[in-house]
C-alpha cells in the first residue's frame, strides 16, 4: 500500500511535465511560423510537416493524461488494498474468537 502512495505521485508529475512541455514546444512551433518557406520542396514539406506536428503534440499530450492517470489508479489501488487488508485483518480476528 506504501509502496503505490510513494511512485504514485512520480508518475502524476511525469505526467504534469509532459504536459507542460507540450504546451511550450506549441508556443515555440507556432512563433516559427510557415518556416518551410515557398520555394523548391518547402509547401510540400509544410504540407506534410503541419498535419505530422499535430498528431506529435496531440501524442505527447495523451500521454501526459495517460501518465497522470496511472498516478491516479495506483494511490487508489493502493487505498483499495488498505480497504482489503483492514477487512482480511478484521475476518482473521473475528476467527480467533
Known amino acids: 500500500m506504501d509502496d503505490f502512495a510513494a511512485v504514485a505521485p512520480k508518475f502524476t508529475s511525469a505526467g504534469d511535465q509532459l504536459a507542460e512541455a507540450v504546451v511550450t514546444q506549441s508556443i515555440v512551433l507556432q512563433g516559427l511560423g510557415p518556416f518551410w518557406g515557398t ?17 506529435v503534440l496531440n501524442l505527447a499530450s495523451m500521454s501526459g493524461i495517460a501518465l497522470e492517470g496511472i498516478g491516479d489508479g495506483l494511490t487508489q489501488m493502493g487505498q483499495e488494498y488498505g480497504v482489503t487488508e483492514a477487512r482480511i485483518i478484521a475476518a482473521m480476528k473475528s476467527l480467533q474468537q
Open 39 to 55: 520555394t523548391a520542396h518547402g509547401p510540400t514539406f509544410g504540407a506534410t510537416y503541419q498535419p505530422l506536428l499535430t498528431q
